[in-house]
């Protein structure tokens, strides 16, 4: 069955570009969309974008001027990079499928996340 | 974007039904049949319940089940477990094509 794990530094320092990826098993990232969310520690999910698989994404407006999501077909990997950090970019990051008939809004397999600390 | 709005917290005893509410905007909930629900336990990654209002994914017990009227979703467990205690995330696709969260309802088994 498809599964997802989340890959990246569990530390980043402010100011810097955090970049993680999501490395799907299991099937391919071809015919999918896929999705980021995070979720700071004790807090709620936040949706953070989508890579669409017509290749199209869309961010988190309160996110958009920093974020980049993207799909190496020849890796079968999602990435997603966020630039600028601060403290308040610390959160577990999990990527997500789309399910085929709500692609964006329905994520049927998750990966198991990753916490990054943004802290000097 | 807003979040989605959920009570903070719902609690019932087993056997019990309970419904949880998801307020929305008719940009979002109310303008489309594209609302989710996930549940996560401590520490775990969310769990799709339901999705497209009131589809149940394979494997999801049939005590789950969404509903929305106007720009109100809800879901509803019945016959409600141990198990079940956890943290419950409504979700919508909006008008500008992005996704919002709510907030988050934490449901307590007494």
């Known amino acids: 069955q498809v599964q997802l794990q989340e890959s990246g530094p569990g530390l980043a320092k402010p100011s810097e570009t955090l970049s993680l990826t999501c490395t799907v098993s299991?099937?391919?990232?071809?015919?999918?969309?896929w999705s980021w969310i995070r979720q700071p520690p004790g807090k709620g999910l936040e949706w953070i974008g989508y890579?669409?698989?017509?290749?199209?994404?869309n961010y988190n407006p309160s996110l958009k001027s920093r974020v980049i999501i993207s799909v190496d077909t020849s890796k079968n990997q999602c990435s997603l990079k966020l630039s600028s950090v601060t403290a308040a970019d610390t959160a577990v990051y999990y990527c997500?499928?789309?399910?085929?008939?709500?692609?964006?809004?329905?994520?049927?397999?998750w990966g198991q996340g990753t916490m990054v600390t943004v802290s000097s | 974007q807003s979040a989605l709005t959920q009570s903070a917290s719902v609690s019932g005893s087993p056997g019990q039904s309970i419904t949880i509410s998801c307020a929305g905007t008719?940009?979002?909930?109310?303008?489309?049949?594209?609302v989710s629900w996930y549940q996560q336990h401590p520490g775990k990654a969310p769990k799709l319940m339901i999705y497209?209002?009131?589809n149940r994914p394979s494997g999801v017990s049939d005590r789950f089940s969404g509903s929305k009227s106007g720009n109100t979703a809800s879901l509803t467990i019945s016959g409600l477990q141990a198990e079940d205690e956890a943290d419950y995330y409504c979700?919508?696709?909006?008008?500008?094509?992005?996704?919002?969260f709510g907030g988050g309802t934490k449901v307590t088994v007494l």
């Open positions: 299991g099937g391919s990232i071809s015919s999918n969309s």
């Open positions: 497209e209002v009131s």
């Open positions: 890579f669409y698989h017509t290749g199209t994404t």
């Open positions: 979700t919508s696709f909006t008008s500008s094509r992005t996704v919002v």
């Open positions: 008719s940009s979002d909930v109310g303008g489309y049949n594209y």
């Open positions: 997500a499928r789309g399910v085929v008939t709500a692609p964006r809004s329905a994520l049927d397999i």
